[in-house]
């Protein structure tokens, strides 16, 4: 059968990443904890999220060398992945905001073990970091999950070509 070949429509740049990459939708996740140090919340939005293993039960997420906030949350025995809903918008925002009282306006109560579970996500998943695996401007970090829980059936936010929609 005759088959063409495909020609890149252009160089592999920091933009021509992102653009193809972002056709592929996403959910976003608030990864939070509760800072040794102040005891005060703190957290980042993230969309790379995903699910690893079952036994024993992992999730990843890799964050930025640049993160400012990810060196305090990983200072924590806890965090809380928090899966967020349509109408959290908002928080999403705000967790991605670099410096600042993050959690301004953000409700929370406490996961089992004290972590900041975001009032309103869909839902929350428990954990503690296992590994660090360094991958060029970015560490994957891979999580063991302790407790996990669903709220409610809402719809959850999703991103899609660097923006913002939700699931009918
Ligand atoms: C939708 C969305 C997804 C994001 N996903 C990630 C991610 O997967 N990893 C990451 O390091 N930063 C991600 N960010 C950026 C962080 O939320 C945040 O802006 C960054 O950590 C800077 O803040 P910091 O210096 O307080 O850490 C995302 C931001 C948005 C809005």
């Avoid at 160089?11 to 939070?32: E, K, N, S, W």
């Avoid at 699910?51 to 992992?58: C, E, I, K």
């Avoid at 925002?93 to 004290?114: C, H, Q, V, Y």
Wanted: with cysteine; net charge negative.
């Amino acid at each position: 059968m005759a088959h063409g070949a495909i020609t890149p429509a252009a160089d592999l740049d920091g933009a021509r990443f992102r653009q193809v990459m972002g056709r592929f939708a996403t959910g976003v996740v608030a990864i939070t904890a509760v800072e040794p140090g102040t005891g005060r919340p703190t957290g980042i939005a993230a969309n790379s999220f995903t699910s690893v293993s079952l036994d024993p039960p992992l999730v990843a997420f890799c964050v930025a060398h640049t993160s400012t906030t990810w060196p305090r949350l990983r200072a924590s025995d806890r965090l809380c992945i928090n899966i967020l809903g349509e109408p959290q918008l908002d928080v999403c925002r705000r967790l991605a905001l670099k410096g600042g009282d993050k959690f301004d306006g953000i409700d929370w109560t406490e996961s089992p073990s004290g972590a900041p579970a975001i009032d309103g996500a869909l839902a929350w998943i428990e954990c503690s970091v296992e590994q660090e695996h360094v991958a060029g401007d970015h560490v994957i970090v891979v999580a063991r999950v302790h407790a996990l829980d669903e709220n409610h059936d809402g719809r959850p936010l999703v991103f899609y070509r660097g923006a913002y929609g939700g699931i009918a």
